[in-house]
Structures are given as C-alpha cells and as structure tokens.
C-alpha cells in the first residue's frame, strides 16, 4: 500500500505535490494549512506570477519548463512570452549568454534588435534600449487561482485537507518521521513534506532539521492608470489574462514589470535587503516602505506593498529528504516559476525512493548574509568563476598562511578557499617554452584566470608541483558491515584487499549517475570514501541505519579534521626519497595502492591516483601535522623544481586526461555508457548493486547521446561551459567543461552530442552569439596509454632521460 503523507502548506507548491502524488497512484494523502484554504497566507498569495524560464542551470529551467505546461493545462498561465532589455553593452553580451542557455536547455528563444524590442512593447525608451532577449513561452502563471483548482481536483481525488490548522511538532522516533502533531491531535504519518515557504525554517526547528532559507521583502507596486493601456478591459478576466503584451525584465535597473489592465505592475529589487527573522506572526505581506522604491518610481502608485519570498545562500530552492530524520522531505524556497516542476521532483524521490539534498552551510549567520548578498545580486551579470566577496575564509587548510605567503589567488567554493594560481611563480611565465606559452583570451574567459596557471601546468607535466586538495570530501567507512554495504550501493568490487583503491558509481534505480568515489580499502573491515559532496555522506548514512546489528556500520565524515597534499610530476618520486624512508616505487605501492607511510616523521595515509595524469600521490594527514607536511615537501622539493599550483592548472590537466567531473560533467540523467565511465562498472560482480538491472538494460550501442571530447579548430577561443554546441546548423548539446589543454596547446571541450557523432566530425559552439569551429576528437588528449601514471622512474619515459635544468 502508498505510505501515508503529511503536506504542509496549500500553497503552490503543497497542492501541486498532493496532486503529482495523487497522478502516482498514491491516496492517503493529507494537507495541513494553518491559513484559511480559500487564500493560504503564503507567497503564492501575491507573487506577482512572472515565468522566465531561462536559467543557467538545466535543472532550474526544466522545472520552470514543467510549471508552464502544467498551467497551461490549469488554463492558468497566459503566455504573453518575455522581455529582457539591456541598457549596458554589458547586458547586451549577458542576453547573449542567456539566448545560449536557452539554446542548451532547449527553450526557443531570440535575440531581438532595439527595433525589435520597441514593437514588442511599445512603452520602452527607444534612446536608451540597446537590444533584447525574447521567449514565446514565457507569461504570467495564475498562482493562486492554480491553486484553488488543485484544491477542489486532489480534494475529489480523496486528498484530504484541514484547514486553519497549525502544526505545532514533528513526531519522530529512532530518527524517522512518525507524524505530525495540531491542537487537533497528533495526525500519524510515514512522510512528512514540508511545503511551508518562508515558514520552513520554523517547521524545520521543529524536526531538529535547519533549513537554510532567509525571509526576506521584496517591493511591488501598481501605478495608477497608464495613458498607452487606457481603455484596457479589466473586468471580465482573472488577474493575469488581462495583459497583453510581454512581461518585461530591465536588469540593468533592477526592474521588472507587467500589466494589470490599465496599470502597470512594478517590482524592484534596487533596494536594501529587508529580511525578516521573526519566528512567528510573520505575515507574506508586510507594509510597503515607500523610501526604498523611489530610485525605482517616483510618479503615482496606486497600491504598494512589502512581500515576503524566501532567499537561499546559492540562490535556488531547498529539496529532498532532510539528513539524519528519515521520511522527512522539504520543498522550501520554491518560487511559482519552479513550483509545479519542484512538485513533479519531490514526487519522484518519495515513489521512487532515494533523496539528493546537500547541507554545506547551515548556520544563521551563514545563511542570513549569503542570502542577503543573492537578493542583492539576483539581477547582476555574474560570470561563472565569481566568487562570494561575504562571508569568506569560514574554511581554510592547514597550509593556508604557507599559501598567502606565495601570494595565492583564492576564490570560494562551498566555504572553503581554494587556491587558483600563485603570483610566486609569475616570474617563471618567461621561461615558459614556445609550446606553453598562453595564447590571448578574451575579456570574459579572461576573469578569474592568470597565464600563471601555464606556468604550473608546464612544471606540473615536466618536474613536480604539490596541490592543496583538502576541500574534497573524505568519508570512513567501518564496522562488520563495510564491505556489504559498498557492494550493495556501488558499481564497483570493493572485496580486493587492504592496500587497494577501486573506482565506482553510485548509480539510482534507473542506472543514471548519483555521484563517483574512490573506494580505498586500508583495512579489512575499514574503508576511505573520496566524495563529491554531502549528498554521497547522507546515501552512506542512510544505508548504513538500515543494515542489521550483526552488520553495523560506522559512516563518518572526516574531512575537516584532514589535510591532504597531491604531489605529481615525474620528479615526484625523487622528492618524496629524501622525506620518506617508505618505499614509493611500483612495487612498494603500486598504482591505484594506498598505504600507511611517513613523510618526514609525518604518519600519512599515501594514495596512488593522479587527478593531472602523472605519476605521484595524494598524501594525507590530521589536521594537526598539515602545516609540517607542508614544509617538508616545498623544502624538499626545492632542488627538483617543485613549486605550488593550484586548481587552474589541475582543471586543465584534469581535462587533458579525459577525467569526468560529477555534477558538471555527469549527473543522474546519464548512465555510465553515455557518460564515458563504463570502466567504473564491474562487469563480473555477482551482488546487487541499486541501478545494476537497469544497467543490464541498457548498452553503449543503444547510446542515443554522448559525452564526447572536443578541441576548438582555431587554437585559442575559450569557451566556459553550457554553451550551445550546433550540428549542420541546428542545436544538438551543450558544453559540459572547458579548458585551454597546454599540453596540447589548443582550447579543449567536453560536451553532450548525439550518439552517433563521429571522430573528426565538425560541430559549433555558440560563444556570445557567434559560431566558434569545433572537431570532435579522441580522447583523453594526453597520454592515453597512462605510461606517465604507472612509472617506476624516468627511465621509462624516454622524453623525461633529457636534462631538466630549463624547469628548475
């Protein structure tokens, strides 16, 4: 039988979930509101309804895509299509950019001439209107009436729903979710969905779950009447069928507006940050602070007002199932553009069983600024290196003054500082030889890069450089139960012995890709885990509570409590001789081998893998020793050219050596056939493993799309990334990642393509409006034969017997 769910919150986002459950087949379903049914109190009561889909991310398009078909369908949704003007040179380039996301995501979509743009929508300025970006089918949702029409649809479904009625506590026993409690009574549930806005963080308390979302005020007025839509009939249509023309973004103003009959709507994001973080009597709308709007309209408003809508530290919405509380799911900070897709996604994880949350950063304070800071950036051109200006340095390694001190470049990912390139190796970008020397780049792929990172690439394949890679996450795995639970949810055989480390997937129930892993076995009973992010601790944990007593397994993460050092290059095996009385070589630990060792007196754990292609280890160490290990290996490494290089020159050596990235690269709408990692896969493994009989289903053969290699023709054109890749013309993929490959001096590319694309075939990449050549090629770039990885001295590479004097 359907397990019984609990909904909190009848706004948009609660009734599209009850009624996408109620499409599954599910029925015993029940929405709890604390507001009466005929106008829950939340966002979706006076969210101004404007639907632009296009995003630069797929996922957030697509839902966007879903929520117009599905109120189309409602017949709530007016499809006047969309406007976006730019004022600036700047954001005439970023409509570009957009009209390329479009492209990649599959939204139709135009560029539109400041002529153009003044027959669309005749009130614009024509003196200082540069050009547009135009959807057809983009409109104006009608969310609250949508939501009414749920209501009675899921209501005659059997969905059952109690209005004006609080939840005052979230029942759960052995962390797992058993009901939810009302001044009615306690209502037994085996699912609670937590659709509640920017009352989430309160029902989230409740649970013991933080929920990082901020409320914050966002400011929209009507004008009075508007001489050009006088005579506008505004009676006989629902608020939002009685415009006519498109609904209309001015960024560079931080502006947006549409109609309301004969007055125009206006919101505007120009003004201070106003968050409100009371924990109760938090109304949607709050009064309208008329000072703040003046940059925006200083002539006559009819009706203004203050609405509350929920702010994220990364800008997007707040789903799964909350870590450490089974069967406890939050679909927060959901605005109406994603509203029905984000209901479709929370109904497929609860029928179809697995959850993808992270929970990086959940502290108040955290949460407060950063959200604070993408309210104000919601409208800024940002490039997609940008890092966070506030808060920073809340994750630092242990070599982060030795870093400072060589002058690192630092930008922000998930909290931690990471190291992009070194101003101490400047000096060094004279040596460079003709081969790897950088070629000019444009103004855009030019920010936040520096021909340094030639520089460590260079030194990197041709000496020795040592890597910060503290930041990637690391688990434990241990207990009686470790191997069995490895087995059963990846695709690899963890059953090797100690001392070896497997490459796997975790795949779901459709085979598509979850995450990958290194799998280090150290000991019979206890595993090393090499993650991606806290979405691949959470699946670990969850799995680990499900296995019986005689098989417990410990899932810890230790990532903050380590450090970890990735010293590569041929002269690797030369520095780490003078620190290490432990044997380096092939025998001593051999390539994918892991073991203990000491580094100058230093215990180290020494993994054989190389994320640059070249021969050398991951060494990792407490916390505590870091900043000795440090030491040791720069001082050590001086007379063979080590320097420091950081993770501009490891992406691109990455990239040379064909190394997926999950999340970028690979995610779970492709399986490992398409997506190039089928060697991840053990073919001869005998258990179960989640996604192993929907693998068995599927072939490289039958491919219909592919991850394929790609090298620009004209050497020196740098794309970034989700650029529309063309086809005889027509649009076929997008661009996954993107590099300059020093070593074979010319830009490299991956990117989605029809499956049956072949080696040397032509394709165009969209790059700001213009065609950039492209050849599909084999890959990887470098060293397929991996000799660099594998070698037991330089003896072996005869290009390496030539003296190295010009790299030290």
């Known amino acids: ?40 109190g939340g966002s979706t009561s006076h969210a101004p309804g404007n639907v632009f889909q296009t995003n630069a991310s797929k996922t957030m398009t697509r839902l966007a895509h879903y929520t117009v078909q599905k109120l189309l369908s409602l017949d709530c949704f007016n499809s006047v299509g969309s406007l976006e003007v730019a004022t600036t040179p700047a954001r005439l380039e970023d409509l570009k950019r957009k009209h390329g996301y479009a492209s990649s995501w599959g939204i139709e979509s135009r560029l539109l001439s400041k002529e153009e743009c003044i027959a669309k929508y005749p009130l614009l300025n024509p003196d200082i209107v540069l050009g547009g970006f135009h959807v057809t089918s983009d409109g104006i949702a009608l969310a609250a009436r949508a939501t009414q029409l749920l209501i009675e649809r899921t209501q005659k479904a059997g969905v059952r729903y109690l209005e004006s009625t609080p939840v005052t506590a979230i029942e759960q026993t052995n962390r797992r979710v058993t009901g939810v409690r009302t001044p009615g009574g306690i209502i037994s ?20 779950v933080s929920i990082p979302l ?26 939002g069928q009685n415009a006519s023309m498109p609904i209309l973004r001015h960024q560079d103003q931080n502006l947006y507006y549409r109609e309301h009959g004969q007055q125009c709507g206006i919101g505007f ?78 109904a497929e994880l609860l029928t179809k069983g697995h959850s993808e949350i992270d929970n990086i950063q959940l502290t108040p304070e955290y949460v407060n600024e950063t959200s604070q800071q993408n309210f104000v950036e919601v409208y800024d051109i940002l490039h997609p290196l940008q890092p966070r200006e506030s808060p920073r340095n809340l994750r630092v390694s242990p070599f982060y ?115 990958d892993l290194f799998i280090s076995r150290l000991e019979e009973n206890s595993f090393q885990v090499g993650a991606n992010t806290a979405i691949d601790l959470d699946s670990l944990e969850r799995e680990a509570r499900r296995q019986s007593r005689g098989q417990w397994v410990q899932v810890r993460d230790i990532t903050g409590g380590t450090c970890c050092i990735g010293l590569w290059g041929p002269r690797a095996r030369d520095v780490i001789r003078m620190i290490s009385p432990d044997d380096f070589s092939n025998k001593g630990l051999p390539y994918y081998g892991v073991k203990k060792a000491l580094v100058a007196g230093i215990p180290v754990t020494a993994f054989r893998k190389s994320y640059v292609g070249e021969l050398g280890w991951e060494i990792q160490t407490s916390a505590e020793y870091g900043l000795r290990l440090w030491d040791a290996i720069f ?102 990642t993107a590099t300059f490959a020093y070593t074979v001096r010319k830009p490299a590319v991956y990117a989605w393509l029809p499956g049956d694309a072949s080696e040397g075939e032509k394709i165009e990449i969209e790059y700001f409006g213009r065609r950039i050549k492209a050849t599909v090629t084999r890959e990887p770039l470098y060293d397929p034969q991996e000799s660099r990885m594998r070698a037991d001295g330089l003896s072996v590479i005869p290009e390496l017997q030539k003296p190295l004097k010009h790299v030290l």
């Open 189 to 208: 549930a085996d699912l609670v969905v937590s659709c509640a806005g920017f009352w989430g963080v309160h029902v989230g308390a409740m649970a013991g």
């Open 214 to 239: 901020l409320p914050i005020a966002h400011q929209y007025v009507k004008t009075t009447a508007v001489p050009a839509l006088a005579g506008r009939d505004v009676n006989d249509k629902p608020n």
């Open 401 to 515: 003054h030795r870093q400072r001190e060589l002058g690192a470049f630092f930008l922000e990912a998930a909290a931690w500082e990471r190291p992009y390139w070194y101003e101490a190796n400047a000096a060094l970008v004279n040596y460079l030889p003709p081969e790897f020397q950088p070629v000019e780049r444009d103004a855009w792929s030019a920010r936040y890069y520096s021909p340094i990172t030639a520089v460590e690439a260079w030194k990197t394949r041709n000496a020795v450089a040592m890597y910060d890679m503290t930041a990637f996450h690391r688990f434990e795995v241990s207990g009686p139960g470790a191997v069995s639970l490895l087995q059963r949810l990846t695709t690899g055989d963890v059953t090797k012995n100690p001392g070896t480390i497997t490459y796997a997937l975790l795949l779901d129930e459709q085979g598509g890709i979850r995450s």
């Open 635 to 736: 001082q050590a490494g001086k007379p063979h050219g080590l320097i420091a290089a950081g993770r501009g020159a490891l992406d691109a050596l990455r990239l040379e050596k064909g190394y997926r990235t999950y999340g970028t690269d690979m995610t779970t709408e492709h399986d490992p056939f398409e997506a190039g990692v089928s060697h991840a896969v053990a073919v001869n493994k005998k258990e179960d493993y989640t996604g192993k009989a929907a693998l068995a289903r599927r072939s490289i053969q039958a491919s219909t799309r592919r991850l394929r290699c790609l090298t620009v023709d004209d050497g020196r054109s740098v794309v970034l990334g989700k650029e529309p890749v063309y086809r005889h013309g027509k649009p076929v993929g997008y661009v996954t």
């Open 269 to 346: 994001y120009g003004h201070r940050p106003m968050p409100d973080v009371s924990e109760k009597n938090m109304p949607s709308r709050l009064d309208f602070t008329a000072e703040d709007f003046v940059p925006a309209w200083n002539r006559q408003i009819d009706d203004g007002f203050n609405g509350i809508f929920s702010f994220t530290p990364d800008g997007g919405p707040v789903i799964g199932e909350a870590p450490g509380l089974d069967g406890f799911y939050v679909a927060e900070a959901v605005w109406v553009t994603h509203s029905a897709g984000v209901a479709r996604a929370v």
């Open 1 to 40: 039988m359907p397990p019984r769910v609990v909904i909190i919150g009848a706004g948009i986002v609660g009734t599209n979930l009850a009624d996408e459950l109620v499409s599954r087949g599910w029925s015993d379903i029940t929405v709890v509101e604390q507001g009466p049914l005929h106008m829950p």
